[in-house]
């Protein structure tokens, strides 16, 4: 098991604006962030829109070429997908680091707006103790030949919500821009389970949507798309040309992602009585 965690300082505001059933509000330090397992504290959230909502397919032959414009889903152990794809996680070592590969190093760690008396799990670590690490949840029954997932569940947050992920170059705890201009997006297979809230939001960013960017510090309204997840696993596959700021936060400068300079990728759900949302087999696509 990687316990070792890295974070930076964080310098973190959140707006009061609410966007569909979404809502972005706080104060400097009340996110919590660079959670169990390791990562940088550069976790500020904001209200995600409602509009971008992606649903799966019902049939399990859709397939997705390395042209794809839209994001596109389908569902079953068995669907199609892309044919190319690079992973950054299998989470099949069952342990909190995204796989040392393509020159990535990072750790995988849990956040959430600090509402009194809500919980989530695994924790956020915000002093970086490494005593609760982020840890992987055994699938039962196993998807395929897949027998772990990176999952985070929680109820009562209502202000903006929670949400968990990673940084893609964090080698001895400074944050580095990552190269992903190779690819053309990212793809995984994600569900929830029951009771959870229904939908949650990929987020992405780089030099214009990361506090370690220097264009943003406060109001860091990173790249990211809707998706409509359900108790069926769906695999996702999203471009890079689909993301998009959420419109709350500051602009990014820039029509679309700058792919070659990447800093992290997270999964947020919003304010949401309960939710329990499930992530494998990430990697990069071509």
């Known amino acids: 098991m990687k316990n070792r965690i890295f974070l930076h300082g964080l310098n973190l505001a959140l707006c009061g604006l609410a966007v569909g059933a979404f809502v972005a509000c706080g104060d400097d330090g009340g996110e919590g962030s660079g959670g169990a397992g390791g990562g940088s504290g550069s976790t500020t959230s904001g209200s995600v829109s409602s509009t971008t909502t992606t649903t799966g397919t019902t049939d399990p032959t859709t397939t997705s070429s390395s042209t794809t414009t839209t994001t596109t889903a389908t569902t079953g152990v068995g669907g199609g997908g892309p044919q190319t794809v690079e992973m950054i996680d299998d989470m099949e070592d069952n342990d909190n680091a995204i796989l040392a590969a393509g020159g990535r190093v990072g750790y995988w760690y ?8 809500a919980t989530q799990t695994p924790p956020p670590d915000p002093e970086g103790t490494g005593e609760t690490p982020f840890t992987m949840t055994e699938l039962a029954p196993a998807r395929g030949q897949s027998t772990t997932a990176a999952r985070s569940w929680g109820k009562g947050f209502e202000t903006w919500g929670a949400g968990f992920g990673f940084d893609l170059s964090s080698p001895e705890g400074a944050k580095a821009a990552y190269d992903a201009s190779a690819f053309t997006g990212i793809t995984f297979w994600a569900k929830i389970g029951a009771g959870s809230v229904e939908s949650a939001t990929v987020m992405i960013s780089d030099p214009g949507t990361d506090p370690d960017g220097g264009v943003c510090t406060d109001e860091c309204d990173k790249w990211q798309k809707t998706l409509a997840l359900t108790e069926e696993w769906q695999q996702f596959t999203i471009p890079f040309a689909d ?44």
């Open 243 to 286: 993301l998009k700021q959420g419109g709350w936060g500051t602009p990014a400068g820039s029509e679309q992602i700058d792919a070659t300079q990447l800093y992290s990728i997270q999964f947020q759900v919003g304010a949401a009585p309960e939710f329990d949302v499930y992530i494998d087999d990430l990697g990069f696509y071509n």
């Open 110 to 117: 849990t956040f959430n707006d600090g509402s009194e008396g």
